[in-house]
């Protein structure tokens, strides 16, 4: 395990030099941070006709803190799994929550398996804003916390999930491991399948679809995520030329000052900022050859 990790830890630092010079710039930083007091395992799913990223699924220690660069215009979402593991015998990775059934750390395209809490961005869309937006849609495994970073013009405002919704998941959508404690959250149309819960069916437009009183809680709790497909309104912020600062098991500071740059107030009005670096840009670029060589050197 030590060599396998030392591998992919060295193929992650190649990839990431590769795509900064064969792309030369790139639309922006995600930066993941890791405050649960467990390992939790980022997975990344680029949407069609979009470029992956230099990684697709890794792990994040307690405390971590990981930069992906991503490349303009793209989109897709990411997430955290959690409870993950490797059989001794197959190598097979498995999670308990949000899988992306790969069999390995890379999920290589797969996405979440819900319930999962999802973060979902679309960059230099319309009139060069990113769009971006944290979905309890699929159900809740992780709190979360989108804050942008460096950016202007646009709702450009922090979002997310920070409660423990594990907690006060009603017991008809509780998910729970092998020794009883709950895990995650369904969703109520993945819990019973009706089109009322799911926006499908006679269910399917805006008008038709409404909250239910499964998706109100999600709400009440998380004011700013999506809770059922047509939360558009609260729960779709835009930004431009922003970095992101992706925190899994955010903690809030009791201080209500804002940080340059940051669009930073939460819904209670307490500061929500992550106590992660704010832009790696081109200056990361030394860095990680540095860090390539000397781990080149080292497999010698």
């Not at 939460?266 to 900022?273: F, R």
Request: with cysteine; glycine share 10%.
């Amino acid at each position: 395990m030590m060599i396998a990790h030392r591998n992919f830890r060295l193929s992650f630092l190649v990839s990431w030099l590769i795509v900064l010079i064969s792309d030369g710039a790139f639309s922006a930083t995600f930066t993941f941070v890791n405050q649960c007091s467990y390992t939790v395992w980022p997975g990344i799913l680029s949407n069609a006709g979009t470029p992956q990223l230099p990684t697709t699924g890794f792990a994040l220690d307690p405390g971590g803190s990981v930069p992906i660069p991503v490349p303009p215009a793209w989109s897709g979402r990411t997430w955290g799994r959690s409870f993950c593991s490797q059989d001794p015998t197959t190598g097979k990775f498995t999670c308990v929550t949000g899988d992306c059934g790969s069999g390995n750390m890379e999920c290589s395209g797969g996405g979440a398996a819900p319930p999962a809490t999802l973060a979902e961005f679309t960059l230099d869309g319309a009139d060069g804003l990113d769009f971006y937006d944290v979905s309890l849609v699929d159900g809740y495994n992780l709190p979360m916390l989108v804050v942008p970073q460096n950016g202007g013009g646009g709702n450009c405002t922090v979002t997310g999930c920070v409660a423990d919704l594990n907690a006060a998941c009603p017991p008809d959508l509780k998910v729970t491991n092998d020794v009883g404690s709950s895990v995650a959250c369904k969703s109520a149309c993945e819990a019973f399948g009706d089109p009322e819960y799911c926006c499908s069916g006679d269910h399917a437009t805006p008008d038709t679809c409404r909250p239910s009183a499964y998706s109100e809680l999600f709400k009440n709790a998380c004011p700013r995520a999506y809770s059922y497909a047509y939360d558009d309104g609260s729960s779709t912020f835009t930004c431009a030329s922003a970095d992101y600062v992706i925190t899994f098991c955010p903690t809030l500071s009791a201080s209500n000052k804002k940080s340059s740059g940051d669009q930073s107030s939460g819904p209670d009005g307490s500061s929500l900022i992550s106590s992660a670096a704010p832009h790696w840009a081109y200056a990361s670029l030394f860095i990680i050859f540095l860090s390539v060589s000397w781990q080149l050197w080292h497999l010698r």
